[in-house]
DNA sequence: TGTTTTTTGGACCCTTGGGTCTAGTTTTCG
DNA sequence: CGAAAACTAGACCCAAGGGTCCAAAAAACA
């Protein structure tokens, strides 16, 4: 967000950030503002012109692309049948996790989480947990309509968004695994949904 | 390690290996040298003596606290019910998890990902997968003995993982959760393994 | 067209931090 | 005790990088 409201290319600004969100993915926090200007094709003093310093920048970052993180909110509504209601949520999270960029700004989170205590809050507020309680509430609704028998909604979900995201989350942020194809993420959903059907079933 | 062989004094390279820690679990990779000596009451030049590097220190440093990360490896025998099995392996594990120290670690290995992705995946590997990979043998032997119905061992074990390290550990590593007390980790243990066992049984 | 603002590129300042060097002190061991 | 090795404190070198400054080019605007 361009600071004066002159003449200041707004374009270039965006370029900025896209700039910056790929060099902080490649060089963590330690990503130089060079780096970054040459990236953007744009002077490290326009870099100054739109943002006033380093942190502002981050946080600029983090204020646009919030979204990336909040991506598995979404819950289905229950007009499907809750195994498949499950499964594709299941979908859904596993393509948030697998997602390069998104993982990369993780990593960048957890780096600033000793600095930037409530950045990382936020982020997981804005994130797991908002997901998390989704699935609780959806889970709640199942069992009062006799579809479930979930007696601690809250816990179920942990469970389940656990599972799923599992170890995929772990070796996302090491660096360790190349990803999952969609066949892979289609069949460990179908599979989660339906253990946690077995397991919580009527 | 110290590097010779010679007069050097062992004890101040284990209070530079635990300054080291601290200083590294709060600072990160950005941790200067400087603070580290300080911390361990030794001058700069002695660290140089005993490890030759930065980097060196730090690979001193995983090399003898893997363990710390290795920990939930220990798969009780099939001697008791698979149920209270499962029970006490999700304990070891959480415990694992909550421990601050470890989770400042897996930070480390987490940021340095990039720049070494080798000692990244040694920990995962020696780590996480070592324990999932002795948690699927079991449940094949369980299956094998007629008290389970598994039938695909690692994915299961992927699973019953997830449902117990779950948001524990991204919370931890986000520095968001102020940990778990030993009743909560009893609770989530035994529900994890009675939901396993309703999931997978017979 | 002329004025104002932005952009540019590159020099520059300054702090941080890895790593070395030195001179003097302490420890170890024969 | 005396020599060899380790330790200490602190000065020191050097590179990287955040941030500023400046003169010239390029847009934007009236």
């Known amino acids: 967000m361009p ?33 970054i200007a040459r990236r953007a094709r744009v002077s490290k003093q326009t870099i100054y012109n739109h943002y006033g310093s380093k942190a502002e920048l981050i946080a ?7 979204a990336d993180i909040t991506a598995p909110l979404e819950m289905p509504g229950a007009d499907e049948h809750p ?3 499950l499964a594709s949520f299941a979908r859904i999270m596993l393509r948030a ?5 998104a993982s990369a700004l993780m990593r960048l989170y957890i780096q600033g989480a ?3 205590p409530d950045v990382a809050r936020a982020v997981f507020e804005a994130g797991p947990k908002a997901s998390r309680a989704r699935l609780a509430a959806f889970l709640s609704r199942e069992t009062a309509a006799g579809r479930l028998a979930v007696d601690d909604p809250a816990q179920a979900a942990e469970f389940f968004g656990g599972m799923v995201a599992g170890t995929y989350q772990l070796s996302e942020l090491l660096g360790v695994d190349r ?3 969609e066949p892979q993420i289609d069949h460990i959903a179908a599979e989660a949904a339906r253990r946690f059907l077995r397991a919580y079933g009527g």
């Not at 600029?60 to 919030?66: C, E, G, S, T």
């Open 114 to 116: 000793t600095e930037a």
């Open 179 to 181: 990803g999952l194809t």
């Open 60 to 66: 600029a970052l983090v204020d646009r692309r919030v």
């Open 97 to 101: 996790l697998v997602n390069p960029r």
């Open 3 to 35: 600071r004066v409201a002159g003449q200041i290319d707004l374009a270039k600004g965006e370029a900025i950030l896209d700039a910056a969100i790929g060099v902080l993915s490649e060089r963590g926090l330690a990503a130089s503002m060079e780096e």
């Open 83 to 85: 195994e498949e209601a």
